[in-house]
C-alpha cells in the first residue's frame, strides 16, 4: 500500500495537479493489481481442470477499465497542462 501523499504550502492549482496524477497513478496500480489477481484464479482453476470462476472473468474487465478510466485522467490532465502552457507562453 502506498503511503498518503502529503503536501506542502497552501493547496493551489499545483497541488490540484499532483494529486489528480496521484489518483491516476493509484487507479493505474488497482486495475493491475485486479489483472494479477484474476489471472492468478483464472490459471489456478484451469490447472485443476475446472472451468474459471466467473468473478475472475469479472475481474479481468473491470481491471481494464479502471487502468483505461485512470490513464483517460492522466490524458486530459496532458492536455489540459499542455493548454496552459501554450496560453501563457
Known amino acids: 500500500m502506498l503511503p498518503p501523499m502529503t503536501t506542502v504550502g497552501t493547496p493551489g492549482p499545483a497541488t490540484a495537479l499532483l494529486g ?3 489518483y491516476a497513478r493509484e487507479g ?11 489471472t492468478q484464479q483464472i490459471a489456478g482453476a484451469t490447472a485443476a481442470g475446472e472451468l474459471p ?8 474487465l473491470e481491471a481494464r477499465l479502471q487502468a483505461a478510466a485512470a490513464a483517460k485522467v492522466l ?12 496560453v501563457r507562453a
Open 20 to 22: 489528480a496524477i496521484q
Open 28 to 38: 493505474i496500480e488497482r486495475g493491475v493489481q485486479t489483472y494479477e489477481q484474476a
Open 53 to 60: 470462476p466467473a468473478a475472475a472473468t469479472v475481474g479481468l
Open 75 to 86: 490524458e486530459r490532465l496532458d492536455r489540459g497542462l499542455g493548454s496552459l502552457l501554450d
